[in-house]
């Protein structure tokens, strides 16, 4: 039976729902935790250990949590993960030792490393693969939304009511997740294979993991792209406020007009992945490096335009291409992998892409010391369409189309 468009699945609604509901919680605990440590240390670093200290275990544990999602029953594991979640936001509401804090806040990058591979192997355990690409095309919309409205909604909260209740709201959050995915029909088994895995295996898992992807041609591709991708975007959100402070208002001007450009990119975001739902299967390998040509475009556009409404247009339609561009790499994953290395892989991926995101946000404020704002959003645009053009070549050339003259457009 053919659904219809928005004939959502009860599936879906569950996930979904759960998803945006954890989403609006975790920026719950991201100003929460920013607003305490702050006013316990008075040191501006403390906020900077917020996202390294999230970030730094899956640069060390990716593989062997993906391993784990693929011997284990992954609904099982997705349940017990939110529950843990919610625990650590319930001692953060609790604990007003920094040092403790600290130690917590390791405990939920722990706890992070397991979440992104056990969600994206999840997945296709309570979806059609045939509906993966719209289930996570929503999803994007979803997380568009929770851009636009959930650091507000957190700011106001944590504002009016303190970061405990912060706290509380979002371990409430984690375990209504929790709760919801019990109810949630799992379409496959647990792989068979995947449970009797040998320890020696496990042990070995980042070398086989890189092997088997360096012997798939696709899975090599994406983990490519995905680096790529994420080095030069994520490298530009720092740019942002140097570039408004310096072209856009002043620094008197900053704030707000940086906070409408993410605003703006929000938008984008949920457009992006409304839009996906009309993507057919058979493009979506050359819609890539195709999506990577048109936002070289949109960003050198930005980089020259010193109108700032024009400004805003453009950075929005750069929300569209990244959620465009995010969310085909993350379903590609999951139609490519064998179900029984999915964790694996995805883990593998996460573990080489979330330290780049860190790095590139590091270098991308060092990098505005010597160079201006202008000329590195030009030079971001022109690695993205040097990477575009590259990669629509090799795909062309897999798929064995050698016309030079076929249109670039979608």
């Known amino acids: ?31 929460g935790l920013a607003d305490k440590l702050y006013k316990l240390t008075g040191d501006n670093f403390s906020i900077s250990l917020v996202f390294l200290l999230q970030s730094l275990p899956m640069l060390f544990l990716g593989v062997m949590a993906g391993t ?28 007003a030792s920094p040092p403790l804090l600290y130690l917590i806040l390791l405990l939920t990058g722990v706890l992070q490393t397991l979440f992104l591979p056990c969600r994206i192997a999840f997945l296709p ?25 959930g650091y507000g909604f957190a ?60 012997n798939h041609p696709r899975l ?7 680096v790529l991708t994420n080095f030069i975007i994520i490298l530009q959100i720092p740019l942002t406020y140097i570039f408004v402070a310096r072209y856009l208002g002043g620094p008197a001007r900053m704030a707000q007009r940086t906070g409408l450009l993410f605003a703006a990119a929000g938008i984008g975001t949920c457009l992006g992945g409304l839009l996906l739902n009309r993507l057919r299967s058979g493009n979506r390998l050359l ?44 379903t590609a994953v ?15 991926i996460h573990s080489i ?8 946000l590091l270098l991308g404020g060092l990098l505005t010391q010597w160079l201006e704002p202008s000329w590195l959003f030009i030079l971001c645009a022109g690695a993205e369409l040097l990477t575009g053009a590259y990669f629509l070549n090799r795909f062309r050339a897999e798929a064995g189309v050698t016309s030079t003259s076929e249109k670039l457009g979608s």
């Open 1 to 31: 039976m053919v659904k219809k468009q928005w004939d959502i699945p009860r599936n879906w609604l569950l996930f979904l729902g759960s998803s945006f509901i954890s989403g609006l919680g975790t920026k719950l605990t991201t100003i």
């Open 68 to 95: 784990l999602c693929d011997r284990y029953n992954k609904k099982g594991l997705f349940v017990a993960v939110n529950t843990f979640y919610a625990v650590t936001s319930f001692l953060f509401a609790v604990t």
């Open 125 to 149: 355990q309570i979806v059609d693969p045939a509906d993966l690409m719209r289930v996570n095309g929503m999803r994007a919309s979803l997380n568009g939304m929770i851009a636009i409205f």
């Open 155 to 214: 700011g106001a909260i944590v504002g009016y009511l303190g970061n405990t209740v912060a706290f509380v709201m979002d371990g409430c959050s984690f375990l209504s997740v929790a709760f919801t995915t019990l109810f949630l029909q799992t379409t496959a088994a647990p792989n068979a294979t995947a449970v009797k895995q040998s320890a020696s295996d496990q042990r070995f898992s980042f070398k086989t993991t890189w092997n088997m992807i360096r």
């Open 220 to 226: 090599q591709a994406v983990l490519t792209l995905e």
């Open 287 to 330: 819609a890539l490096p195709k999506a990577l040509l048109f936002d070289s475009l949109l960003v050198l556009s930005f980089a020259l335009v010193r109108f700032f409404p024009l400004n805003l247009i453009l950075y929005g339609l750069m929300g569209v291409i990244a959620a465009f561009m995010g969310t085909i790499l993350e």
């Open 334 to 348: 999951q139609e490519w992998t064998p179900p029984e290395h999915l964790g694996a892989v995805s883990g593998f």
């Open 353 to 360: 892409v979330e330290p780049i995101c860190v790095v590139s």
